[in-house]
């Protein structure tokens, strides 16, 4: 018998007590955060979705790794057991060890880029973009036009556009420094790329010579949709699927706090030598030495087990399902998201649940604050607070205001989810009542880190 229901594929041996409160408090605390979510108190928080980011269980096998590590500055144990379980995945000859995705990719750009260099991406992470922009590189996206639609059902909305690839390569091939391609494309939905689209954009790029690197966070994620959506895939295992995708590429950069079931830790991996020696000169000054990269050796033991968990069909199964039986709950009740539901988050369309909410109003902001009223949820606007105010001090709307809803790694379980589902369908259903809001003070970039903000009517809620 070939039972239907999908389990939390673990048991669990430790717990950590999350606490309710009431109404009244969170209201206080929305006040006293200056009605941002980043500046609340996590212990003020019920379920927090703010990132998948570090934010994990680790398993018994993880944490028997810690106890493992070894702690020799030079030549340690755990180094070595960290580069096998990349290098088994990735394939690549060098693997540089960092304390976070995005010191991968600041000692990546650090190396190669030149001012004025061009950087394609189906979508930059905004970390990768700052990142390029801090090396006066220019930061393109490229997605499938689909990936601007959130309500389209497309499996595989995070394709790179293949045409506007040549057709940047055909003009400009000589100030494109690389081609990456994020997998899955956070900031367009969590959405995968197909493994024809990896391919195809690395036989583009190489016939002009430019290098193809993943930015490969949550290459697992991306590797099942391949195994569960593409044709030919659904007798591999995700294992040889994410070996293939990595084929294609001649390096990549990991944050390891999503698929490497981490709670820190990243790395850079990739073939060329010569950059690989610039990528250690600068990560010697910076992180640490090649053989620990700013990371305890307890810390890439977990990093090398984790890489393989997150590997498992069964966790993969379990974890793209609960993020699916969410967007499905919502979708049945008409509330708008990003179809079809990504791999790490469900991204809740603010700007067709609150027409009457201005973009410089920010009603993205506004519905995650009314979630953590109301329930005491705390998710992140990715919408005209974050995107919206320019390097020349100007304002304009975002392409899209989402709410983003990341779910931690192995942390919750259905009944958390049914909590979220009712908060969410309580809260579409006073969306008429919830108003805008104006930004009273705020730092010159990456303001939605630490903004003022205040009700721009008084309160957050119309009676
Ligand atoms: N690339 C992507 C696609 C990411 O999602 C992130 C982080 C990074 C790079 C940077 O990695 O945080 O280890 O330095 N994303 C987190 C998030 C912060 O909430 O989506 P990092």
Known sequence: MQFKTIIEPFRIKTVEPIRHTTRAQREAALQQAGYNLFLIKAEDVLIDLLTDSGTGAMSSNQWAGMMRGDESYAGAKSFYRFEQAVREITGFKHVIPTHQGRAAERILFGSILKPGDMVLNNTHFDTTRANVEYRQGRAIDIPIPEAHQPGLVHPFKGNMDLDALAHHLDNHWEYVAMVMMTVTNNSGGGQPASMANIRAASEICHRYGVPFFLDACRFAE??????????????????????????????????????????????????????????????????????????????????????????????????????????????????????????????????????????????????????????????????????????????????????RLAFPRRVYTQSHVDYLAEVILYVYGMRQQIRGLRIVQQPAALRHFTAVLQPAYGALLAV
């Not at 910076?286 to 997150?310: K, N, Q, R």
């Not at 379990?318 to 988050?345: C, E, F, N, W």
């Open 222 to 403: 991306n590797a099942w949709f391949i195994k569960t959506r593409e044709e030919g895939y659904g007798d591999k295992t995700p294992l040889e699927i994410a070996q293939e995708m990595f084929s294609y590429a001649d390096g990549c950069t990991m944050s390891a706090k999503k698929d490497g079931m981490a709670n820190i830790g990243g790395f850079l991996a990739l073939n060329n030598d010569e950059w690989a020696e610039k990528a250690k000169t600068m990560l010697v000054i910076t992180e640490g030495f090649p053989t620990y990269g700013g990371l305890a050796g307890y810390d890439l033991e977990a990093i090398a087990v984790g890489l393989h968990e997150a590997l498992d069909e069964d966790y993969l199964r379990y974890r793209t399902r609960s993020v699916a039986y969410l967007g499905d709950i919502l979708t049945a009740h008409g509330v708008p998201i990003v179809q079809p539901p990504g791999g790490h988050a469900i991204y809740l369309d603010a700007r067709e649940m609150l027409p009457h909410i201005p973009p410089l109003e920010y009603p993205a902001w506004a519905l995650s604050l009314v979630l953590y009223l109301e329930g005491g949820v705390r998710s992140v606007e990715i919408g005209s607070v974050m995107f919206g105010l320019h390097a020349d001090g100007s304002e304009a709307p975002a392409a899209m205001e989402l709410v």
